[in-house]
């Protein structure tokens, strides 16, 4: 059967409209009986896998379904780009293996105490100050304070630096948002470049300084990280340096934001979220994750022939895993474009499908999100926002750059 071409999925235009329109066209694709492509005008186009069962399938097949040359966008790296961003989620075992056993051991239990000890303790922080500034943009002063303050203090960031940190991570993944593009004439791989040289340079400099002086911090950790007669390299230090801080801060800033607007938007979930707030409050956090999904996609490059849902698809095609669609399929969630917090099961993919590529910090974001709604709906639970969440111009990441609030 000759697949269905659809190109809209490569036009930020479209990732621009309302969530209803674009729910709309997944659902549609959904029920395509072919293959789904989509053409590029500038490069290769690629295959939409948008079912929740293609999804997973592609998932645990990682020797088929490639990570590599790259997981997080359409377009190969450059040599350039790949010195910087060519960290463990761009590949494939038995590199992934290694790199994620040598960090997975530096999460000790009495790291992973310390900063939970952190996490309730800055939610305090943050609501105090919200209280006492009364109604604002909740992206700047809530959902970004998190996981920035958190993630920093886990790699051991100075303050002085966290400015540089949120303008990197904004631009390396608002990939055609016009708040983030370079008005000097400068090409989207001069500005990745120039942001992941930032980071690359902090991690230098952090990596100097505890080599001198150890600290009580994951960058210490990892440099004295040494499993089986293995360590990082200082390549392999600085990429996962990168991948941490941009994931640590952009995926918990997006979905708490999406948990306040969504609560504004289902008063009825809200009243339920408030009548049990501990027993209700973890489905809550799943839910806003499914329905949210921060993450948009992965891709992955097939590295022989294989035949799913009755297409076979061929070596070096590519395919995107979409897992905003997989986490509206119909044939696993009951009433897929309702917001349920009692919604059990829930096996969603917000961070990611089964399989060796599952978020290495799912567990830290679920503690960040579920600490932060607490003492906020505890102490605020009439907070709500005051207008539309302002999106972010971009395909990769669901993001919102603001969300006026008032309570």
């Known amino acids: 059967m000759p697949p269905l071409v659809e190109p809209k999925l490569t036009d930020l235009d479209f990732w621009a409209m309302p969530q209803s329109d674009r729910d709309a066209l997944f659902a549609s694709l959904r029920t395509a009986k072919g293959p789904v492509f989509c053409p590029r005008p500038d490069g290769p186009g690629f295959y939409a896998l948008t079912r929740y069962e293609q999804v997973t399938e592609a998932s645990r097949h990682p020797d088929v379904f490639s990570s590599e040359p790259t997981a997080v966008s359409l377009v190969d790296p450059s040599a350039s780009v790949s010195e910087y961003a060519g960290s463990m989620i761009s590949l494939d075992d038995p590199r992934h293996a290694r790199l994620r056993r040598i960090v997975s051991r530096s999460f000790t239990p009495r790291m992973i105490q310390k900063f939970a000890d952190d996490v309730s303790a800055l939610a305090a922080r943050i609501i105090d100050d919200l209280v006492e500034r009364g109604p604002c943009d909740f992206v700047t002063r809530v959902a970004t304070p998190m996981p920035l303050q958190i993630i920093c203090a886990l790699m051991g960031i100075p303050e002085s630096a966290y400015d540089d940190v949120i303008d990197a991570t904004n631009a390396i993944l608002a990939v055609g948002d016009p708040d983030h593009v370079s008005d000097d004439g400068k090409t989207r791989e001069q500005v990745l470049g120039e942001k992941f040289t930032i980071l690359d340079n902090l991690m230098t400099d952090l990596g100097r300084l505890r080599r001198e002086n150890p600290a009580d911090d994951l960058v210490t950790a990892l440099l004295h990280a040494n499993v089986d007669g293995e360590a990082l390299t200082e390549p392999e230090l600085r990429r996962f340096f990168s991948l941490l801080v941009v994931a640590g801060n952009e995926t918990t800033r997006n979905a708490l934001s999406h948990a306040l607007a969504l609560f504004t938007v289902n008063p009825g979930q809200r009243s339920l979220l408030l009548t049990d707030l501990e027993k209700r409050l973890p489905g809550a956090v799943e839910e806003v994750v499914r329905y949210a999904t921060p993450v948009t996609w992965m891709r992955r490059t097939l590295t022989q022939d294989h035949t799913l ?88 990441i669901n993001g919102v750059k603001s969300l006026p609030c008032a309570f």
Not at 334 to 353: C, V
């Open 309 to 396: 849902s009755g297409h076979t698809y061929r070596a070096g095609d590519r395919v995107i895993l979409y897992y905003n669609s997989a986490n509206r399929d119909e044939s696993v969630f009951k009433d897929p474009h309702t917001f349920d917090i009692t919604r059990s099961p829930n096996p969603h993919l917000g961070f990611g499908a089964p399989g060796p590529h599952f978020c290495l910090g799912a567990h830290l974001a679920r503690r960040e999100v579920t600490v932060l709604l607490r003492e906020l709906f505890r102490r605020l639970p009439d907070i709500h926002s005051t207008a539309e969440p302002v999106r972010q111009r971009a395909s990769f």
